[in-house]
């Protein structure tokens, strides 16, 4: 028999920081994915949940389950990841393995659940090594072959060493069967919760994503030769448009973000009159049909400034990624349970994508909660959380799991 085992929020806390102790240094988390480093902390976390009745798996993903059989095969998923970037936080992906462990050791104890739980802790989420992020994005097959790490190391040959076969790699998505709900904490990330002096928030979905570089041509012409009323001067669109799409998304509103990340002009000499105005734009938001509303509405500015300033715009999509919106029935269950542990709640989206996004996308089920940064950093060794913070968070996770169990079994 087990020893009883309650909830212990502080727990998670104190092995976060041995995880912390045994795989950063002083610059911070190098929980790389398929490095020795990285299965040190997948080992880690397997003694962690050894000797209770769970069964353990790898996929052939090179993703690590442990499920706890409940009465019904309808299984509640709680998922994270344990790999860092270089020089990482840490806590990014680590809080929520963790504190999934915390909750299936409190499940354990209680006995046969309602429904299946799964810990899985997520291989590669980071993408640091390769570039990419593997589970869920695998459709591109080829192009993950020619994949190497800076030492030259091909992508295949280095899962290969961790028991990964990428050919066998998208058979992984078998795990999402029979799975009903899909729950992930994460640090936020951002500045949000902390100006609003709240630990903990529900997350609504991650944001729906445009991305264009826009060409603005004009006549380069002599500085000094040309007046005033002549010029036919790229720069002036650009710099139109900049100011616009602020405009553009505060009359949005509801989180809308566009970002003008970089303006390159031709020929870029005090001489002459701006040629060309290559704009990078960035535009963001949960609502799908917002988001093409802010991109026809800077399409629209654009051609409407060219004309202005006598000058031509052309616009080519660069990337998207639709808006992933997470469980209406779940997102209501994790409000409830962060109302109980910290009084308030506030939903908000997720600018980063997650795991989540991607399970969201297979169709399961999904929600996240998040819990404060301190001064929103992340991806650095600087990346915190206050410890009373991270301990409501475990509380927040715990209730919701139990939330979730008893609505999938009803
Ligand atoms: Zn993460």
Not at 65 to 93: F, K, M, Q
Not at 106 to 121: C, F, M, Q, S, Y
Not at 235 to 241: E, I, T
Not at 250 to 276: F, H, L, N
């Amino acid at each position: 028999m087990l020893a009883a085992m309650p909830l212990s929020p502080s727990r998670t806390v104190t092995e976060l920081k041995e995880l912390r102790e045994l795989t950063g240094d002083e610059n911070g988390a190098q929980r790389v994915a398929w490095t020795d480093t990285w299965e040190r902390a997948r080992a880690w976390l397997r003694e962690k949940l050894d000797g209770l009745p769970l069964e353990h798996e790898i996929d052939e993903a090179g993703n690590q389950w442990w499920t706890l059989r409940g009465s019904s095969e309808r299984a509640v998923l709680i998922g994270g990841h344990i790999d860092s970037v270089p020089n990482g936080g840490w806590l990014d992906g680590s809080l929520n393995v963790v504190a999934g462990a915390e909750v299936m050791r409190r499940l354990a104890e209680d006995g046969e659940p309602d429904a299946t739980v799964r810990l899985v802790d997520w291989a590669d989420e980071e993408g640091a090594r390769f570039g990419r992020s593997l589970f869920g994005s695998l459709a591109d097959q080829a192009e993950l072959r020619e994949r190497r790490d800076a030492d030259g190391v091909a992508l295949p040959d280095a899962l290969g060493d961790h028991g990964v076969d990428l050919d066998r790699a998208l058979e992984a998505h078998r795990q999402l069967e029979g799975a009903v709900a899909y729950l992930e904490l994460h640090i936020e990330q951002g500045p949000v919760l902390e100006s609003m002096e709240l630990p903990l928030g529900v997350v609504l979905g991650t944001f729906g994503v445009e991305r264009h570089q826009i060409t603005f041509r004009g006549q380069a012409a002599h500085a000094g030769s040309t007046p005033m009323d002549r010029r036919r001067d790229a720069l002036a669109g650009a710099a139109k448009l900049e100011l616009e799409i602020r405009e553009i998304a505060k009359r949005t509103g509801d989180g809308a973000v566009c970002t003008m990340g970089g303006v390159v002009t031709r020929p870029g000499i005090v001489t002459s009159v701006v040629e060309t105005a290559e704009c990078l734009l960035d535009q963001r938001h949960l609502d799908a049909a917002k988001l093409a509303e802010m991109l026809s509405n800077a399409e629209s500015a654009s051609r409407r400034f060219a004309q202005e300033e006598d000058i031509e715009v052309a616009w080519e999509r660069i990337w998207n990624i639709e808006p992933i919106l997470f469980d209406e029935g779940l997102i209501e269950l994790a409000d409830e349970a962060v109302r109980e542990v910290a009084g308030r709640s506030h939903r908000l989206p997720s600018g980063p994508l997650h795991d989540a996004a991607e399970v969201a996308r297979a169709g399961v089920p999904t929600v996240m909660l998040f819990v404060q940064s301190l001064r929103g950093l992340s991806h650095t060794k600087l990346e915190d959380t206050k410890e009373e913070h991270l301990e409501l968070s475990v509380q927040a996770l715990d209730r919701l799991a139990g939330r979730t169990i008893a609505r999938v079994a009803g």
